[in-house]
């Protein structure tokens, strides 16, 4: 069994010079969260499906208000069997992409639960809902309205990409980043 990451692994990426955001993708198998790392991270696009086995991360360095921001981005698998050890990857996340498939109720029906097990690990940490797969749109069940109406309930920014065509991913994590440290700024000072 792997051991399971410091809670300040992000620090411990970053040097003086940088500040290290961590940041998770949170939702269902299948939705796409290892697609939009790819994409965001790599902009590469992979169609077939590799399921993500418990958790791994990767780094993106970005500039945000003038100061260098590395985000390490972690990609937590969503298969029910990783229930209990996801929220040890929430310690110390400064936020999360709540991410369900536009094409898929059932993703979608399942995200309070997501956003609940979120808080209850970090109640400050910042959320962006995204619905994801875009592109297909013939084939959407998930009506816009719907994720709005969550979006204002929840009081988090709401963003629909596409991993596949590039639509939104960068937005969406530029989005996360700079509302993690606009709150990141607010406290320490």
Known sequence: MSK???KDIHRQITDKTSLGLKVCL?????????SLILRYTQNAFSPEYKQSLG???AVKALELHGQ??????WDLG????FHQVRRHYYIGAHGALLVFDLTSPATFMTL???IIDFRRVVPEGKVVLVGNKRDLETKRKVPRVAAEMLQKWWNVPYIETSAATADGVTKAFLILARTALEHLKRTDS
Do not use: C, H, Y
Request: hydrophobic share 35%; glycine share 14%; aromatic share 8%.
């Open 112 to 114: 309070e639960n997501w």
């Open 78 to 81: 969503g298969q029910p069997t």
């Open 55 to 57: 958790a791994s991360f």
């Open 68 to 73: 260098e921001v590395k985000l390490v981005i």
């Open 4 to 6: 399971l990451p410091s």
């Open 26 to 34: 949170m939702g269902d198998g299948r939705v796409g969260k290892t």
